[in-house]
């Protein structure tokens, strides 16, 4: 999709270009407000405008997950409205139910559709055959939700998001894309730090530069590192990898920990999506220091997915 476009007027968020930039900022700026009116209160109270009052959002997980599922739940029924959950192993669609079928059948039951899959056509196809709107919780691709909630992070550690330097080590992953794309949306700048043969998507590449956004690919970690505002990592090995030695053994120097930290400055702050292999990507040190936002970040895929939601439904 164009950036900020909707497919038969829905409003699908398989990217960050299907909602864009300003869109993106107003779900931002819309999960500081919520998140600062809850403070202090219980995490099950609902919102007092109750805009989701009687909405109702499916999910459907085909891989393992802790955030996303507690985050989307937990969003809805801070919303006012309820989730349902389908895993693959207890629904048809994990005995053969095509996704379009399946689509058609919880556009009736359910406001939107959230999926977490690994094959990311399998989202667009959900999305093409779905009435209502679809969310990407997690492809092979992409995970924008994850990016949301890391804008949220260092909106609020640092004030602002534009103009800020972000540098990435290790695999070239699906959150790896969607950081550039977010990049080149958001007027912020990333490195990518990784060794040869594990580089981000090339379309995801490509799409970049054509918003005008150069991605540095380099090899040095230490020269990756040096001034930025952002230090983040993810696990080398996601659900599906059979190679986890290999890769680690790729990917050992990429590792960060305290000397890179060192090497980036007192400025930056350390993210990580989680789940951490502690001691492979990221050392203790790093994700249980001062400069680790990984908690708040974690937090913040509630906050961020509330206004995403919103947004989605047109009520925001």
Known sequence: MSEGSTSGGLRHFLSLTDAGGDAIAAILNDAQDRKKARAGWPKGKVDVDRPLDGHVLAMIFEKNSTRTRVSFDLAMRQLGGSAIILDSGSSQIGRGESVGDTARVLSRFADAIMIRTDIHSKAEELAAAASVPVINGLTDLSHPCQLLADMLTLIERKGKLAGSKWAWFGDGNNVCNSLI???????FDVTVACPEGFEPDIGILKAAAARGKSVPIVRDAAAAAAGADVIVTDTWTSMGHSDSD???????????????????????????????????????????????????????????????????????
Request: with cysteine.
């Open 246 to 316: 290999n890769r680690a053994a790729a990917m050992a120097s990429f590792m960060v920990d305290e000397a890179l930290m060192t090497g980036a400055g007192d400025q930056a702050v350390f993210m990580h999506c989680l789940p951490a292999h502690r001691g492979e990507e990221v050392s203790d040190a790093v994700i249980d220091g001062a400069q680790s936002a990984a908690w708040d970040e974690a937090e913040n895929r509630l906050h961020a997915q509330k206004s995403l939601i919103l947004w989605c439904l047109g009520k925001l």
């Open 181 to 187: 794309e977010a990049a080149s949306i958001m007027y």
